[in-house]
């Protein structure tokens, strides 16, 4: 935990705040907070700053807060994830949020099993969990979004043509013929599929939608390695 995100409700005056549970633990054992000991803070989808400890005990920690800073800037990038395996879904989308992407699309694909849409990792909360421990990673407050598109084709077709306009749109597919372009000064639109790959069919229907195959070289990769290899060479996070 790299910031201390804080909520309105933790607010018990215009700049004290109180802490507890996970958050005063971890300050307390980890950071080893003790009274005039300053940490890092933001306040969520707020500015960031710095928070004094005026007093701790076992069940609170309260801090004279100051929040000036601006949180690190987005990337210009909408990320398109065909549903991951709920463990697999949980490090990357804790990874997307700590890479700075502010909207993420949870796709539907032939090679998507039908339970994962299931899967607790889903809830809201459990979604929710991920964003907020990779902001806290990356020192970072605005909360990404996470949208279910769970069919394919309606999706593809009718919404998809007005997201990737005047982006760099393109979907990684292992058997592209053109390698991933770097360092894209624009706004790109990446669609990432389930482990080996979208099928042909919907690859063709991409494609009608206006993304571009590419490809990462020969060697097919796991979702949790290639959603990272794409984005450093892509956009460098700042």
Known sequence: ???????????????????????CEHAREVLKASNGRTLQVGLLNGKVGSGTVVSTSEQNLELDVLLEGEPPPPLPLTIILALPRPKVFKRVLQGLSAMGVKRIILLNSWRVDKSYWQSPALEPHAIREQLILGLEQSRDTILPSV??????KPFVEDTLPAIVAGTCALVAHPLAERPCPAEIKRPVTLAIGPEGGFTAYEIEEMTAAGLSP????????????????????LLSPS
Do not use: C, K, W
């Not at 935990?1 to 958050?23: A, C, K, P």
């Not at 949208?147 to 394919?152: H, I, N």
């Not at 990769?221 to 290899?229: D, K, M, Q, S, Y």
């Open 1 to 23: 935990m790299n910031l201390i995100l804080l909520y309105q409700e933790d607010f018990t005056g215009s700049r004290r705040v109180r802490l507890q549970g996970r958050r």
């Open 147 to 152: 949208e279910r598109q769970p069919r394919f």
């Open 214 to 233: 590419v490809h990462l070289g020969q060697r097919p990769l796991r979702v949790e390695t290639a959603v990272p290899a794409l984005i450093g060479r």
